[in-house]
C-alpha cells in the first residue's frame, strides 16, 4: 500500500514541478541558477537509493548526478544533486529529505545535520559550494 501512495504522489510532483518549469520557461527572465548539493543519505538499500534517485530524476529541473561513499566507515553515503533554479541550497536539501521519508518512512528520524532531517536550518557550505577547501563532508 505504501508504494501506492509514494507513486500518486510523485506524479503530481512530476507534473507540479513540470507546470513550474513551464511557467518559468515563458518569463523573460527564467530564473536558470543551477545548483549542485551533496545529500547525506539516510536510505542505505540499494534498492532504495535506485528509486530515491530515479525518484529525482524524473522530476522535471532536477538530476542525481552520481553516488559518493563515505569518507570514513559509519558516515552516510552522499548523493550528488543538481537543481536547475537552485536559489537556496536548505531548501534544496529539505525537499529531497521529504520525498527520502515519504520513500522510506522508516528513516525519519535520522538526522546528518542538513536541513530537512532535524534542527538545521541553514546547510553547511560543503555541502554544495565546490570552491570550498573544506571538500570532505564530514
Do not use: N
Not at 96 to 110: Q, T, Y
Amino acid at each position: 500500500m505504501h508504494a501506492i501512495v509514494y507513486i500518486a504522489w510523485l506524479i503530481k510532483e512530476i507534473f507540479a514541478a513540470g507546470f513550474a518549469v513551464a511557467a518559468r520557461a515563458l518569463r523573460p527572465d527564467i530564473g536558470f541558477t543551477p545548483m549542485v548539493v551533496r545529500y547525506p543519505l539516510r536510505v542505505t538499500s540499494d534498492w532504495e537509493i535506485f528509486w530515491f534517485s530515479t525518484s529525482i530524476t524524473a522530476t522535471p529541473s532536477t538530476l542525481s548526478l552520481g553516488l559518493r561513499e563515505p569518507a570514513r566507515p559509519g558516515d552516510p553515503r552522499i548523493l550528488l544533486v543538481q537543481d536547475a533554479f537552485g536559489d537556496d541550497p536548505a531548501e534544496i536539501t529539505r525537499g529531497l529529505a521529504d520525498m527520502e521519508v515519504r520513500l522510506a518512512p522508516h528513516v525519519a528520524g535520522i538526522d546528518h545535520g542538513v536541513p530537512g532531517q532535524g534542527s538545521a536550518e541553514e546547510l553547511p557550505i560543503e555541502y554544495y559550494d565546490y570552491t570550498s577547501p573544506r571538500r570532505v563532508v564530514k
